[in-house]
């Protein structure tokens, strides 16, 4: 793999992404949720659905105040990730698993994430395990979360209230690299 960074491995993801489905002649489509201004969100496809389109976040989301907070700094690759670009959850594989990984599709998101995050950390600590940070979802299994190890920046995969007992990945970089687009219809 070549080294990269965070935002050039995602940037690269986001791109194939979207290639993705128009060589599929898909459209991209995504849950709304009516209360947000999320900047992504286009021409509404039903009730539910909008059509969406990354955008480069014109100010990073900042976990500074949440580290602060919960007095636990986060691994740099955490705001690389999630303070790019709004964008609806990828549908991903790895490995020919079908994965979610998580994204932003406004500033409201990115409230509700630090929330979670918050909730996750929380738990770890009471259960006294190592801290990780999750970053997706495995498809094949309503617990299975994909995550980062907040002290290594491995990637692995742990059910929820457990340690991470595989890993995927030594870096985000390495595994945003190794990530292919999953066109969903």
């Known amino acids: 793999m070549l080294n990269m960074s965070v935002e050039s491995a995602l940037d690269q993801l986001i791109e194939r992404y979207q290639q993705a489905y128009q060589q599929a002649g898909v459209t991209?489509?995504?849950?709304?949720?009516?209360?947000?201004?999320?900047?992504?969100?286009?021409?509404?496809?039903d009730d539910d659905m909008v059509e969406w389109l990354p955008v480069r976040q014109s100010s990073a989301l900042q976990f500074t105040d949440l580290a602060?907070?919960?007095?636990?700094?986060?691994?740099?690759?955490?705001?690389?990730?999630?303070?790019?670009?709004?964008?609806?959850?990828?549908?991903?594989?790895?490995a020919n698993h079908p994965l979610v990984l998580l994204q932003l599709h406004g500033p409201e998101d990115g409230e509700r994430l630090q929330a979670n995050l918050a909730g996750h950390v929380l738990m770890k600590r009471r259960l006294r395990q190592p801290i990780t940070l999750f970053i997706g979802?495995?498809?094949?299994?309503?617990?299975?979360l994909i995550t980062l190890n907040n002290e290594t920046g491995q990637v692995g995969l742990e059910f929820v209230g457990r340690e991470q007992h595989e890993i995927l990945a030594e870096t985000l970089e390495e595994f945003l690299q190794q990530l292919q687009p999953r066109v969903v219809e």
């Open 28 to 45: 991209l489509v995504t849950e709304a949720h009516d209360e947000w201004q999320a900047p992504i969100y286009g021409e509404r496809v």
């Open 68 to 94: 602060n907070a919960l007095e636990q700094p986060f691994h740099t690759s955490l705001e690389a990730l999630y303070g790019r670009w709004f964008a609806a959850d990828l549908n991903v594989s790895f």
């Open 137 to 144: 979802l495995a498809e094949e299994s309503d617990d299975l």
